[in-house]
């Protein structure tokens, strides 16, 4: 098996992902393409985690800005990043990928707790790993629960797969047709910029720790095992050299 360039990755998905083409929900489709982009990187040997996003069902925000208290909101959207694994979880075991999901919040009967050494060991057995219910704290965003998760887990570079964008622009390319791609990025140039890739505390934590962070579109068939191998995809931030 060839060299890849990385060990361990972390694979933060939005909850857009997974609704596809639909306007709410998960799209089948979306979720088994997902899944056999996960499965074909791991017979790479590279150990996956996942943190999932939930905001195809549910947003904290929104619902806080139609007077719902906040806390409460954000508890709401952490089940639904839970709905979002448990559908990933089925379409991985049906193509035969061996994987394991684990809540910050308990929840017994469908998901592990979170356990850090647990979570590594089945890394270390090849198994994909579901982060599901961010960090099991309100106010606290899906993003940062990626970069939280990459941390204690030492992956090697977080990935942050995109819907419908390849990359980090200066501005909206899907509003804005003369919109520049960044190839390369420092974390405090994204910062300072005000850059739609993360939220501040997850990009933050990335550049206290020198994590890198790989921003592409999910969609490209092979974006993740082309990553894998080292070839230039997306846009990559990471510290000056």
């Not at 990755?9 to 992902?17: D, R």
């Not at 088994?32 to 947003?59: C, D, F, H, P, T």
């Not at 962070?213 to 070839?231: A, W």
Request: proline share 4%; hydrophobic share 40%.
């Amino acid at each position: 098996m060839p060299e890849t360039k990385y060990r361990r990755v972390m694979l933060k998905i939005s909850g857009e992902s997974l609704k596809g083409d639909t306007p709410f929900g998960i799209d089948p489709t979306a979720v088994n393409y997902l899944a056999s982009q996960i499965g074909e990187a791991a017979k790479l040997g590279v150990e996956i985690a996942v943190v999932m996003g939930g905001g195809n069902i549910w947003r904290g925000e929104a619902a806080e800005s139609r007077g719902m208290d906040r806390a409460t909101a954000d508890y709401a959207g952490m089940l639904a990043t839970m709905i979002n694994a448990l559908a990933l979880q089925d379409s991985l075991e049906q193509q035969g990928v061996d994987v394991r999901t684990q809540s910050a919040l308990q929840m017994q009967a469908v998901a592990e707790p979170y356990i850090r050494r647990r979570a590594i060991r089945h890394l270390e057995k090849q198994r994909v790993v579901l982060f599901a219910a961010g960090t099991g704290n309100p106010y606290m965003t899906t993003d940062t629960a990626s970069a939280l998760r990459a941390l204690e887990i030492s992956a090697d570079v977080l990935l942050m797969a995109k819907n419908n964008v390849d990359g980090v622009y200066d501005s909206d390319p899907n509003t804005n047709p003369d919109a520049i791609r960044f190839g390369t990025l420092d974390y405090m140039d994204a910062l300072n910029k005000r850059l739609a890739v993360m939220d501040s505390t997850a990009l933050s934590l990335c550049m206290d720790n020198k994590l890198p962070i790989v921003v592409f579109n999910v969609f490209e068939p092979g974006t993740i095992g082309n990553i894998l191998n080292g070839q230039t995809v997306g846009t990559l931030i990471s510290g000056r050299d």
